[in-house]
């Protein structure tokens, strides 16, 4: 893509991508709108011809100045160029295109690091240390030191939204290639184990290349870059097997002589791989202050990578912590569980040993009170810990909410809690039962073991609030209230006031599902007073309702 360089005037310092066919310079442009006074409204006009950007002057008084020349014809741009327009000075920088290995061929195998025995002949020409200095770039007085500074301010960027490794150094790719003449690019990365350097990224400017052609460069240069942590700018010949066999019919091209440079991704203490770039010594020359640029990038790249590779594993580690310890709080629990299904079994096996029906009962009785809540902390087990989509269907809610109060009652008389349930006139409306139900089961479960025992009261109650055309579903308790610090985990998981006796996935449960079905759950308590859940659902959610089945108790 090419781009204009606000080099002298108002804007200095500007850096404007030229996206589109045709661009207006002037102070009404909206492509590139100047602050100049002694810039036209319409003053010049760039447009794209293939490859290439025609640059035509509009008639202003002032006149368009390229390279100091004043036009009065349409002028073909160059890499380089500087345009005058007023007492503006832009740099016109353009660009060729670019192509990125793709083939059958991996892409280890288009980079060769050669040994010495090989044809790849280096001649060091300049060297650069990489350190926190070598990213202090001049002042943005020149065209190449405004480019300078927004190759840095891009790359900033690319390093702040590092989704993955891959993903950055393609963006550091791409900026390479926009500010820098590059025929052929390849990064080389050490794996985060200290593994050996592998390509990563592979990339061509020329488009017409041989298929699968390899690139080679010397296992002297990386080595040197690697060792002492320096950015180098070599001369490389590839000798042509042309030329070997015919030297009087060698030339500039045959010889293939090329600009290198390779600068290490060094990060604070090691070397994490190298960037690697050259071109034609006959199409261009790298200088020193590109050297110093591209090893400015591989530091600042380096340093990203060994950041987000830090990140990534401090994840890993927080990651296999909150698994270790979700896995010795549910194996907790899980044995009490099994310590319960044991004992009743084992009074269950001498009611049939004694022939006692009362034992058996009771033995019976508690096995069956630990199947349940095995089977209730499966559910929220598998609720919590997978992405679900909710199955939309029409249904009556109160019909929902009664089966969730008959499974609840047993519960209750065992704690010796009075469930009781409040059904008003509610329509069917979409939603997923399977997923109410689980609510409504772990909202009275959660108040039953909250309510004071003997004379524990829980009160369930739905009704439809048609201004505001939602369902609601509250739960109420008279237990001891939620403090104010409980207030801040009671949706946690694995956060429970009830000790040995709760899992903390319960209320986690009913939190996401209210979630996924785009609901919202409130919560009122008072110390000594009680505590109420209230799900509120909105009716329209799938788009209908049918007003016609509102008996509180279809089934």
Same mark, same amino acid.
């Not at 001498?350 to 058996?360: A, E, T």
């Not at 946690?492 to 956060?495: N, T």
């Given at each position: 893509?090419? %781009?204009l360089?606000?080099?002298?005037?108002?804007?200095?310092?500007?850096?404007?991508?030229?996206?589109? +066919?045709?661009?207006?310079l002037? @102070?009404? +442009?909206?492509?590139?709108p100047?602050?100049?006074?002694?810039?036209?409204?319409?003053?010049?006009?760039?447009?794209?011809?293939?490859?290439?950007?025609?640059? %035509?002057?509009?008639?202003?008084?002032?006149?368009?100045?390229?390279?100091?020349?004043?036009?009065t014809?349409?002028t073909?741009?160059s890499?380089?160029?500087?345009i005058?327009?007023?007492?503006?000075?832009?740099?016109?920088r353009?660009?060729?295109?670019?192509?990125?290995?793709?083939?059958?061929?991996?892409?280890?195998?288009?980079?060769?690091?050669?040994?010495?025995?090989?044809?790849v002949?280096?001649?060091?020409? +300049?060297?650069?240390?990489?350190s926190?200095?070598?990213?202090?770039?001049?002042?943005p007085?020149t #065209?190449?030191?405004?480019?300078?500074?927004?190759?840095?301010?891009?790359?900033?960027?690319a390093?702040?939204?590092?989704?993955?490794e891959r993903?950055?150094?393609?963006?550091?790719t791409?900026?390479i290639?926009?500010?820098l003449?590059?025929?052929?690019?390849?990064?080389?990365? @050490?794996?985060?184990?200290g593994s050996?350097?592998?390509?990563?990224?592979?990339?061509?400017?020329?488009?017409? *290349? @041989?298929?699968?052609?390899?690139?080679?460069t010397?296992?002297?240069?990386?080595?040197?870059?690697?060792?002492?942590?320096?950015?180098?700018?070599?001369?490389?010949?590839n000798?042509?097997e042309?030329?070997?066999?015919?030297p009087?019919?060698?030339?500039?091209?045959?010889?293939?002589?090329?600009?290198?440079?390779?600068?290490?991704?060094?990060?604070?203490d090691?070397?994490l791989?190298?960037?690697?770039?050259?071109?034609?010594?006959a199409?261009?020359?790298y200088?020193?202050?590109?050297?110093?640029? &591209?090893? &400015?990038?591989?530091?600042?790249?380096?340093?990203a990578?060994?950041?987000?590779?830090?990140?990534?594993a *401090?994840?890993?580690?927080?990651?296999?912590?909150?698994?270790?310890?979700t896995?010795?709080?549910?194996s907790?629990?899980?044995?009490?569980?099994?310590?319960?299904?044991?004992?009743?079994?084992?009074?269950?096996d001498?009611?049939?040993?004694?022939?006692?029906? =009362?034992?058996?009962r009771?033995?019976?009785?508690?096995v069956?009170? /630990?199947?349940?809540?095995?089977?209730?902390?499966?559910?929220?087990m598998? %609720?919590?810990?997978?992405?679900?989509?909710?199955?939309i269907e029409?249904?009556q809610?109160n019909?929902?909410?009664e089966d969730?109060?008959?499974?609840a009652?047993?519960?209750?008389?065992?704690?010796?809690?009075?469930?009781?349930?409040?059904l008003?006139?509610?329509?069917?409306?979409p939603?997923?039962?399977?997923?109410?139900?689980?609510v409504?089961? /772990?909202?009275?479960?959660?108040?039953?073991?909250?309510?004071?025992?003997?004379?524990?009261?829980?009160?369930?109650?739905?009704?439809?609030?048609?201004?505001a /055309?939602?369902?609601?579903?509250?739960?109420t308790d008279?237990?001891?209230?939620?403090?104010?610090? +409980?207030?801040? &985990?009671?949706f =946690?998981?694995?956060?429970s006031s009830?000790?040995?006796?709760?899992?903390g996935l319960?209320?986690?449960?009913v939190?996401k599902i209210? =979630?996924?079905?785009?609901?919202?759950i409130?919560?009122?308590? &008072?110390?000594?007073?009680?505590?109420?859940?209230?799900?509120?659902?909105?009716?329209?959610?799938s788009?209908?309702?049918?007003?016609d089945?509102?008996?509180?108790? #279809? @089934?």
């Open positions: 893509m090419a %781009t360089y606000v080099l002298q005037g108002p804007d200095a310092g500007q850096a404007i991508e030229l996206t589109g +066919s045709s661009v207006t002037g @102070r009404h +442009s909206e492509e590139v100047l602050t100049d006074h002694t810039v036209s409204r319409q003053h010049a006009e760039l447009v794209r011809k293939g490859d290439d950007w025609i640059i %035509t002057h509009l008639g202003s008084s002032n006149g368009t100045y390229v390279n100091g020349e004043r036009i014809e349409p073909e741009l890499h380089g160029d500087q005058k327009i007023g007492g503006t000075l832009l740099a016109f353009g660009r060729a295109g670019v192509q990125g290995y793709g083939g059958p061929t991996t892409t280890e195998g288009m980079v060769s690091v050669t040994g010495e025995g090989d044809s002949d280096s001649s060091l020409l +300049s060297a650069i240390q990489s926190e200095e070598s990213v202090i770039l001049a002042a007085e #065209a190449a030191a405004v480019r300078s500074w927004n190759v840095m301010y891009q790359l900033a960027e390093a702040g939204v590092m989704a993955s993903e950055f150094l393609e963006r550091i791409d900026i290639l926009r500010n003449v590059v025929d052929r690019l390849f990064i080389l990365v @050490r794996g985060s184990s050996k350097l592998v390509p990563v990224i592979v990339r061509y400017r020329s488009k017409t *290349r @041989r298929e699968h052609e390899q690139i080679k010397s296992n002297t240069i990386i080595e040197r870059v690697i060792d002492t942590k320096t950015g180098v700018l070599c001369a490389n010949a000798a042509d042309r030329f070997v066999q015919d009087n019919t060698a030339s500039l091209e045959s010889l293939a002589l090329r600009s290198v440079i390779c600068v290490p991704l060094a990060g604070h090691e070397v791989g190298v960037i690697h770039i050259d071109c034609p010594m199409r261009h020359t200088s020193h202050d590109q050297l110093r640029l &591209a090893t &400015a990038i591989g530091r600042v790249a380096g340093l990578i060994e950041n987000h590779r830090l990140t990534e *401090r994840m890993r580690n927080a990651r296999l912590a909150a698994t270790g310890e896995v010795a709080y549910l907790h629990h899980i044995r009490n569980l099994l310590q319960g299904l044991r004992s009743g079994a084992d009074i269950v001498m009611g049939l040993n004694k022939d006692d029906s =009362d034992k058996i009771t033995g019976w009785h508690i069956e009170h /630990n199947l349940d809540r095995v089977f209730n902390l499966t559910t929220n598998l %609720t919590f810990s997978k992405d679900r989509v909710p199955r029409l249904a809610v019909s929902v909410i969730a109060v008959d499974l009652k047993r519960h209750a008389e065992d704690l010796g809690v009075m469930l009781l349930a409040d008003g006139d509610v329509p069917a409306i939603t997923d039962v399977e997923g109410i139900h689980q409504v089961f /772990n909202l009275i479960l959660n108040a039953t073991d909250a309510c004071p025992p003997a004379n524990g009261r829980v009160l369930v109650k739905s009704r439809y609030e048609s201004e /055309n939602v369902v609601s579903i509250r739960v008279n237990g001891p209230g939620i403090d104010a610090e +409980s207030m801040e &985990a009671v =946690d998981p694995f956060s009830k000790g040995q006796g709760g899992t319960g209320l986690a449960a939190k209210v =979630d996924e079905l785009q609901g919202v409130r919560i009122k308590t &008072a110390k000594d007073k009680g505590t109420r859940f209230e799900v509120r659902l909105d009716v329209m959610r788009g209908t309702t049918d007003l089945k509102t008996h509180p108790t #279809a @089934r």
